[in-house]
């Protein structure tokens, strides 16, 4: 599980946009070369200012897990699940921190309400599924323990060895590295797919928050010189349509629930529920985002709803 708790990590890191670019750069810097308690300190100088900031706090977990103060570590993803409890990343990093601990009921139902977050959630499907293949190899080990003439569960436990790489622990062994327990190829695809969907996550949260702070370059930004929507609308009608329904608001609120991403051919498909409220205005739409990736970069090229 800790190469996709970095994941979680680095996502949160970059997703900073109202902190100074140099603060930021220095603290991603320093987080990959594992200055862990210097980038605690910024963390905790930017933390003075803005107290409830869940992207300081976030990482400020991260930072205690890796100086081995796991108990504070874990208070603070407890408190993030509940006072952001939308947020899938602090339910997975909870998860990491009681596998760790030898507690797997725990993380499990951490790992679970991640997923029931964000169904999509890649990073915490994966997680969840080598949890339920450590467990079985710990049922097995006790099994063999109680009755060393059981075949059955020699067979079973020597089919989990084989095909994961897993040994069996006592209750209190840190897990392995999961990326240590696969072959390289598989990991590889998992990853890809994690930081796919990590960036288009990242990608729809800045295309709302450009849209709820009217800002139309930023948000328009967001769409492809190739977008076409299904009424025949390319770019620039699509400019012409959007831009009075953008600026001219005296202000809007957005919020997405229920994301999902799949692949669709060469494109990427986000579907959601968007609540729309501005003014007299408070509507609760289902919408698709079609979405081309060129050269790492993530654009919009139909929108339906």
Known sequence: MSKRFLIAVLFSVIAFSH??????????????????????EI???????????PQL?????????????????????VSLTKSHPALPEPYNNL??????????DLAKTALEKSIKTHPSYATAHINLGDLYTRMASESYNQALQ???????????????????????????????KDTEQKTQSLNEIKNKEDIINEKIFAMIDNWKNAWMSQNFDQYIGYYSDNFKN????????????????????????????NIEISKNKNLYSVSFTQMYQSGDIDSTTKKTLLIESIDDQYKIVNEIS
């Open 19 to 40: 902190y100074s670019f140099a603060d930021i750069s220095k603290l991603n810097k320093l987080i990959e070369d594992k200055d862990y308690l210097e980038a605690k």
């Open 43 to 53: 963390v905790e100088q930017l933390l003075n200012s803005d107290k409830e900031n």
């Open 57 to 77: 706090l976030f990482i400020n977990g991260v930072l205690l897990s890796e100086l081995g103060e796991i108990d504070k570590a874990i208070n603070v993803f």
């Open 95 to 104: 998860a990491v921190l009681y596998a760790q601990n030898g507690d797997f």
């Open 146 to 176: 109680i009755d060393k003439s059981n075949k059955n569960a020699k067979t079973k436990l020597s089919l989990i060895k084989k095909l994961f790489n897993f040994q069996p622990i006592n209750k209190n062994i840190v897990l392995a």
């Open 230 to 257: 299904n009424k025949g609308m390319d770019l620039e009608k699509w400019k012409q349509f959007r831009k009075p329904r953008v600026i001219n608001k005296p202000s809007i609120n957005i919020k997405l629930e």
